[in-house]
Structure formats: C-alpha cells, structure tokens
C-alpha cells in the first residue's frame, strides 16, 4: 500500500505504523483483557453490597441499642407514647392546676354577723377564687406548721379563718389575715400587755427581703392558755398568722414563736400574702370614733 507513495510520504506511513503497532504490543490481548473487566466490576458489585450490609447493621444495632436502653432504664411498667397534637413545646408552659391536692372540707359556721353574710352573697366567681385560695393556704399551712397542730381546713364564710383538728380531738382556730392598711394607727411592736402577763414574750425578727416581724406569745381566752402570733407589713397590706389555744381542752397552741416565724418566712407563704396583697379579699381596718 504504501509502494504506491512518494518516498517521503513512504517514510511518514513507516513512522505511524511503527507507533501504532508499539502501542498495540504493549496492551494485553483480548483474552486478558475480559478476565480484568469482570474482577473489577466483581469487586465493585462486593464493594456495593458491604456498603448496603454495614448500613443495615448500623441501623440493627441502632434498635437493638434504643431496646436495651428502655430495658434497663426503665421499669416493668414504663410505657412509651408517642407525642400527641395537644403536647406542649419546649417554650410552651402547661396550665397550671390552682386546685392543691387532697382537698380540704371546709368548715361550715354560720354567719353571726352583716360582713359575713355579706361574704355568702358575693358573685359565684369570687367566692371560687377566695375558696382557691384559703384552699392553697390551708394545704401550705398543713406542710409548715407543726404536726400537733392537727390537719388544717379552711372556715367557709371566714376567709382569713382556717381550723387545726388533731387526732384527740382539740381544736386550735388559725387566722391568717391579709388586710389592707386602714386608717388606724401603726401596733406597738411589743404591747406592754404581752410583757405584764406572767409567761408572756414579745420579740422583734427580720423576714426573707428586710421585712421587720413582731412574734407574740400571749395569754389569751383564759389564765392558762396561750396563743402565739406573728405580724408584719407587706406592700399594702398588715399580714397576720395566729394559732389560738382551745379553750375547750384547756390547751395552749402548739407552736413556738420561732415555729410560727419559720413558717412566715418561706417563700411559699411570702407568695400567698404577695397574691393577697394584691387581690385584696378583706376590708381596709378602720377605726370607730370613741372606740
């Protein structure tokens, strides 16, 4: 074919074919070349399938995991739901319950006077609302006040009013008043009366926040029984908490001075007389003229 060519051109055809059948000679045969083709694309299918293993591993062992981690950390009755709609977020805050557990009875004493008749014929949702809260008071009086007080229960128609029953049967009437400040003027820290009575005590105390308290241990009712008292101003308003004996059995009330000032001084009982405060429930005292 390429005696046909001018001499040069010759020399040219020469060269290329040269080169083509160098490059030829360095490549496997066919017969090689199909053994290489099927290990690599062998290789590459294994390569695919460990990939498809090792994922479904990992999520075996992902569940396997998840299963014994409930098992261990949780006990024989522990169940598993599923969030629902009505769940709350994380930046949401559930209603809280104004209702304290268990609830108390209240008792029932009939009115003697106009203000408390005058209490039964307020609007249905201010009597719930005062009854909530003598609800939350009585349950949180229960939790500081000493046991020998008895179970505590709020006196309906009496909202500062609240009764400790023991086991025994005595009874000690409770007042904790939260009255707005009126027009009388300010106690004496510590009556002279309080101090002339044989066994009677009068101190000065400082609350949570600066707040100056008077704690009194009186006799009250008769020569033998006592009653002890503590009161303060917060806000607006002159709080008092008193535990009276029961006259009936001759017995003083059961709580200490530095009892009844622990109990005013949580942070639980300083909330109530804050709400108080706030949402007055008893009338302003005032002073009668000549009296």
Do not use: W
């Amino acid at each position: 074919m390429t005696a046909n060519l001018p001499e040069e051109d010759r020399g040219s055809a020469l060269l290329v074919r040269d080169a083509m059948e160098s490059a030829v000679a360095e490549l496997p045969s066919l017969h090689d070349l199909v053994p290489a083709a099927v290990t690599q694309g062998r290789r590459r299918r294994a390569r695919a399938r460990l990939a498809i293993a090792a994922g479904i591993a990992c999520a075996a062992g992902a569940v396997v995991f998840g299963s014994l981690t409930l098992s261990v950390g949780g006990s024989a009755h522990t169940t598993v739901r599923p969030a629902t709609s009505g769940t709350p977020s994380p930046h949401e805050s559930p209603e809280p319950d104004h209702t304290p557990e268990p609830y108390r009875t209240p008792v029932h004493i009939d009115p003697t006077s106009d203000d408390e008749r005058s209490m039964a014929n307020l609007p249905p949702t201010e009597q719930k609302r005062r009854a909530q809260f003598q609800q939350q008071a009585a349950v949180l009086l229960d939790k500081l006040l000493p046991d020998s007080v008895g179970l505590i229960r709020p006196v309906d128609l009496y909202v500062s009013h609240y009764q400790g029953e023991t086991t025994d049967g005595k009874v000690f009437t409770i007042i904790f008043s939260v009255r707005p400040i009126g027009d009388s003027p300010d106690p004496e820290p510590c009556p002279s009366a309080a101090l002339a009575d044989k066994g009677g005590s009068c101190e000065q105390a400082m609350l949570p926040g600066g707040i100056k308290a008077t704690s009194l241990r009186v006799f009250t009712d008769s020569p033998e029984t006592m009653a002890t008292s503590v009161r303060f101003r917060y806000g607006h308003s002159d709080i008092g908490l008193t535990v009276n004996p029961d006259v009936n059995a001759k017995a003083s009330a059961p709580v200490t001075s530095d009892e009844l000032l622990a109990a005013v001084g949580d942070s639980r009982f300083l909330d109530l007389v804050r709400y108080a405060d706030e949402h007055p429930m008893q009338k302003k005292q005032t002073t009668t003229a000549g009296g």
